[in-house]
């Protein structure tokens, strides 16, 4: 079973920073698709960082780029999302999302594949 737990979500003011935490299974870690979607109220659900594969490069939102950046912490099966710079715009549910590999050329940055696996949800509330 793919089990994803999202923790380190809170409320700050504008301009400040949060780390958000994804733990899961070794297997989950070492063989899906990682990515951080967030859910802003009255809007639908966006992938704002798809993790590369391998040593392909992160993807990241326009509106993320330069503030955020996702990390791994192999040993501990555990993806994060440093956030910086916080602004009022990224107030919202964060999940955590896993997906298999579509195929052998699947890198994971591709937006068209659906993420079938997602955790609980952690909120975030960046105030004015």
């Known amino acids: 079973e793919v089990q994803l737990v999202e923790s380190g979500g809170d409320s700050v003011p504008a301009g400040g920073s949060l780390r958000l935490s994804c733990a899961t299974s070794?297997?989950?870690?070492?063989?899906?698709?990682m990515a951080w979607f967030l859910q802003a109220p009255g809007k639908e659900r966006e992938g704002v960082v798809l993790?590369?594969?391998?040593?392909?490069?992160?993807y990241y939102a326009d509106s993320v780029k330069g503030r955020f950046t996702a990390s791994r912490d192999n040993a501990a099966n555990t993806v994060y999302l440093q956030m910086n710079s916080l602004k009022p715009e990224d107030t919202g549910m964060y999940y955590c999302?896993?997906?298999?590999?579509?195929?052998?050329?699947?890198?994971?940055?591709?937006?068209?594949?659906?993420?079938?696996?997602w955790g609980q949800g952690t909120q975030v509330s960046v105030s004015s």
């Open positions: 070794a297997f989950t870690y070492s063989s899906y698709c």
């Open positions: 993790l590369g594969y391998g040593g392909t490069d992160t």
């Open positions: 999302a896993a997906r298999p590999r579509a195929r052998y050329s699947d890198w994971c940055t591709a937006p068209q594949w659906e993420y079938s696996f």
